[in-house]
């Protein structure tokens, strides 16, 4: 980034000036016009060039017609120089040019380039210093520079140096000399938060009138150097150190530079403390959302009449709304030259989407003038550092006028045109959803209780596969808007505009799926687009679904979630949209249905499709599936297991969808009504297998057959296997992954393949229930097993001790007592369940505690459970209100990682 930042800036001003018109005009490639161009030690690798057409090449960036013709005259700022990278970089440029231009030896260039070229501010001392030696050993190791030797003074000062002394001290620095003694208290004045506000201080905004340097400072430094020759005990000294420092940090501030370089610090409004906060307010208005775009107009102010910035920022200020009006100064006050954008992953120390940047060249106008090209493309697919480095050379680049951007939507910045006209904008409204800002408290998976109802509604969260109808999975207790998310000051209810209304329900993240929105509650993950008119939404849906839809949107919000404002942003032609349904849906956009489980429109139905006909353009009746959900299917029926879609009469759903809801009733007869099924046979009961084959069997009707057991095995990682080892051994594991690791169906075993394993319905598992499985389902197996024991049968013994152990953990689950219970974080101690007497509103996550427990009979963490689903109990994310009566113990963290005392809950409800 350094190189290409410097490669297109000094390196394009090197260029106009060394290239021909007839090198530009007869070179066949831009790798050609680098080599040309380039001195030893100066490859210009990254140097980049445009021509229109058979036309000659031109440096991408300009010409840079302000800067001045000679290098003797050229200076460059880095503000913000960390350890010294832009500096040294500058420098190893600088050196070789020098010689070049002005027949130097290779030690004059050097001392050359650091008394006159090369300055740099940094706020922490310490990498000044760092910036310091960096730049000295470039200087030293310089081939023919004369090695290590005493260099001319370096233009590198800390910007930060706190004042550390009252102003009187300052001032009695002066000796009474009136010029140099205002000339000191404007200079603590404009320093006084140095440590804060380091290379934003601009000393000539702290001019009173008569200029700040009214003395001139080389009359200042002597003074100041007398006053550090005084006693140590002399009380003036401290001031006077920190004075000089301040003075040298001042004169750099100052002046004014050909190119400010730097990689500017990223630091979002809400975290900046009072004293910067209140500076960016005051000093800039337009910026001050973030610390990088104030100081993207710093280092504009310190540049020269016709100086240049190259800069490293974040890349979300071209495009978010709350950047807006700094994109409309800095688009009317500076030309633009060249952008380019990495994305994330542009630092190699850096992973993951935490931080996405763009190279940014501009000018100052004064001798720009209209029109003027901005120049520059995407590198943010690149996945690596290193791709997107070898990118910078090679990726083509594209061209905008700079007047066209002002009337972008927004002003957001994009090097396609935008066409105003041809806005979605023009024919939706998007609208934000629901944050709850505790999730874990307020939003469950649906299948993690019996069903919607007693407060809780369909909540439509991101779509999570390609299909129509998707994200069709979660339940929040929003209590009909009265309720502890609706007096949450945290939460953020939005959304209700598009309540009740159609739409498409397009996801935040970069993906952008997209399916249609029926009207209900959606969470902040997606947002909901929602025609103005109604007959538009049949365009509107393969517009939003299509691919283009998501090369519009991310040109122009490269967030890591897209906000829904940026959506109404993709151009959008009505006519073309509705051809495109018409073809897609001459019938209109299906009614909802999915052959997903995991999704409320599920019919319920364990071998029941529905898909699209593409033939006849309709949806219509599948061949009976035999996929790995099957099975998953069926053993939730078996345990008494129903869809929302058959629960709900009222629930929007296809013709098709609705008659395999009917079809269920014939398999309620297979139903265990306690939500038990043990897979032995114990109390005289049939077992899981056999039940689960008459209930497949009557499923599949006149198609049932022993070649579709054997797809369904098959399809269920088991093809080796029979339906009782799959029960047993790959159900449970299944069923987490299926139910996204919050399973409604128990698995609750001893740990012998061979010993006791029941499968348990938790929403039916009440204090009776337990007592049913305890000491009828597991008694009756214990007494077989000893029986067995008495009757001398191999393996009975082992059998009995297994069962044994597991009637006693689970008697302590019953009991309740830590760390056998069950703890609500939101719920204050006289409410806290006691014993095993759990509330399926609080859902499968807390109520499972209790199981995974006891010391493992199996999987490692997953306690008495056949397998353990990826549940953590350690805190939860984001801060708990202060009312919580956990809150000091858990210095606001929310925490589920605690256990109570039977005898701590029975005295709280007493």
């Known amino acids: 980034m350094v190189d290409f930042l410097l490669d297109n800036s000094l390196g394009t001003w090197w260029a106009a000036r060394r290239l021909s018109g007839t090198d530009l005009a007869a070179a066949g490639s831009e790798a050609e016009l680098r080599r040309l161009a380039s001195l030893p030690g100066v490859p210009l690798d990254y140097l980049r060039f445009v021509r229109s057409g058979d036309g000659p090449w031109a440096p991408a960036a300009g010409t840079f017609a302000g800067w001045p013709d000679r290098l003797a005259d050229f200076r460059m700022l880095d503000p913000c120089c960390g350890s010294g990278h832009f500096l040294v970089a500058a420098f190893r440029t600088l050196v070789p040019m020098r010689i070049e231009a002005e027949n130097l030896s290779a030690r004059e260039a050097v001392d050359a380039v650091l008394r006159d070229n090369i300055h740099g501010l940094e706020l922490d001392r310490r990498c000044v210093e760092l910036a310091a030696f960096a730049l000295a050993m470039a200087a030293w190791t310089y081939p023919g520079a004369g090695g290590y030797r005493e260099l001319p003074e370096l233009n590198i000062s800390c910007s930060g140096i706190a004042v ?50 009214r003395a001139d400072w080389d009359a200042v430094r002597p003074l100041l150097d007398r006053a550090l020759a005084g006693e140590a005990s002399d009380g003036r000294t401290e001031a ?70 190259a800069v490293v920022m974040l890349q979300n200020w071209l495009f978010q709304k709350t950047f807006r009006s700094v994109r409309e100064k800095l688009l009317g006050q500076a030309a633009w030259h060249l952008l380019v954008r990495l994305g994330s992953g542009a630092f190699e120390t850096i992973g993951g989407e935490v931080v996405k940047v763009a190279l940014l060249v501009l000018s100052n106008r004064a001798t720009y003038a209209e029109p003027n090209a901005i120049r520059g493309f995407d590198a943010a697919d690149e996945r690596s550092a290193a791709l997107k480095a070898a990118s910078l050379a090679d990726t083509p680049v594209k061209s905008s006028e700079q007047s066209r951007q002002r009337d972008n939507p927004d002003a957001i910045f994009s090097l396609e045109d935008l066409d105003n006209a041809s806005l979605l904008g023009v024919y939706a409204d998007s609208h934000q959803g629901i944050a709850t800002a505790d999730n874990s408290r307020f939003v469950v998976r649906f299948w993690e209780l019996p069903s919607a109802g007693n407060g809780w509604e369909y909540y439509t969260m991101s779509p999570d596969t390609g299909g129509l109808y998707s994200g069709l999975h979660s339940l929040i207790l929003r209590n009909g808007g009265k309720g502890a998310l609706a007096g949450s000051k945290a939460a953020r209810i939005c959304g209700n505009r598009a309540w009740g209304k159609k739409g498409a329900c397009v996801a935040a993240g970069h993906n952008l799926r997209a399916s249609v ?3 209900g509650l959606f969470d902040s993950g997606v947002a909901a687009v929602v025609p103005k008119d109604r007959g538009d939404l049949d365009a509107l849906m393969p517009c939003v679904r299509d691919g283009g839809f998501r090369e519009s949107v991310t040109a122009l919000d490269k967030s890591v979630l897209i906000t829904e404002s940026s959506l109404l942003k993709a151009s959008f032609n009505r006519e073309i949209w509705k051809e495109a349904a018409e073809s897609l849906w001459p019938n209109g956009i299906p009614q909802p249905y999915s052959d997903d489980p995991a999704q409320w429109v599920f019919q319920g139905h364990p071998c029941g499709s529905v898909v699209w006909d593409e033939a006849a353009k309709r949806l219509g009746h599948g061949p009976p599936r035999t996929d790995w959900t099957v099975l998953q299917v069926a053993v939730a029926r078996l345990l008494g297991y129903r869809w929302p879609a058959e629960l709900d009469p009222k629930m929007e759903l296809a013709d098709e969808q609705r008659e395999w809801v009917g079809r269920c009733e014939s398999l309620s007869k297979f139903v265990a009504k306690g939500g038990i099924v043990a897979i032995p046979a114990v109390k005289g009961e049939v077992n899981a297998k056999d039940r689960l084959l008459d209930m497949l069997a ?5 198609s049932w057959s022993n070649d579709v057991m054997s797809r369904l095995l098959a399809g269920s990682d088991h093809a080796e296997g029979n339906l009782e080892s799959w029960l047993r051994d790959k159900f449970f594991a299944q069923h987490c992954r299926l139910f996204q690791n919050r399973p409604f169906i128990w698995q609750i075993w001893d740990g012998l393949r061979d010993g006791f394993s029941a499968l348990v319905n938790c929403h039916k598992l009440d204090r009776w229930r337990l007592d049913s499985l305890t000491y009828s389902y597991l008694g009756d197996w214990i007494a077989r097993q000893t029986f067995g024991v008495d009757s001398k049968v191999d393996g009975a013994q082992t059998r009995l001790d297994a069962a044994v152990a597991l009637q006693k953990r689970l008697e302590a689950i ?26 399926v509103n609080d859902g499968v996550r807390l109520n499972i505690r209790p199981f995974m427990m006891p010391p493992d009979v199996g999987k490692k963490g997953a306690g008495l459970l056949r397998d353990r689903p990826n549940i953590k109990f350690d805190k939860d994310r984001g801060k708990d209100a202060k009312s919580a009566p956990w809150y000091h113990a858990d210095k606001g963290d929310r925490v589920n990682d605690r256990h109570l005392k039977r005898t701590e809950k029975e005295k709280a409800r007493s």
């Open 164 to 213: 550390g002394a009252d102003k009187d001290a300052w001032t009695a620095l002066a000796a009474g000399d009136p010029a140099l003694e205002n000339a000191l208290s404007l200079l603590f004045d404009a320093f006084k938060d140095a440590p804060v506000l380091g290379s934003l201080i601009d000393p000539r905004a702290a001019d009173d009138g008569t200029g700040l340097f």
């Open 240 to 309: 006077a150190v920190a004075a000089k420092g301040i003075a040298e940090a001042a004169s750099i501030l100052s002046g004014r530079y050909t190119l400010v370089a730097t990689n500017v610090p990223y630091l979002a409004r809400q975290k900046h403390d009072a004293t910067l906060k209140k500076f960016c307010s005051d000093r800039y208005p337009e910026a001050k959302n973030d610390l990088a775009t104030v100081f993207l107009e710093r280092c504009l102010k310190l540049c020269r009449s016709g100086g240049t910035s």
């Open 517 to 519: 929105y029926s009207g």
């Open 698 to 702: 009557t499923a599949y009707g006149k």
């Open 814 to 839: 019953q009991e309740g007592e830590a760390p056998y219970d069950v703890f609500v974080r939101w719920k204050p101690l006289a409410e806290q369940p006691v014993g095993w007497n759990p509330d």
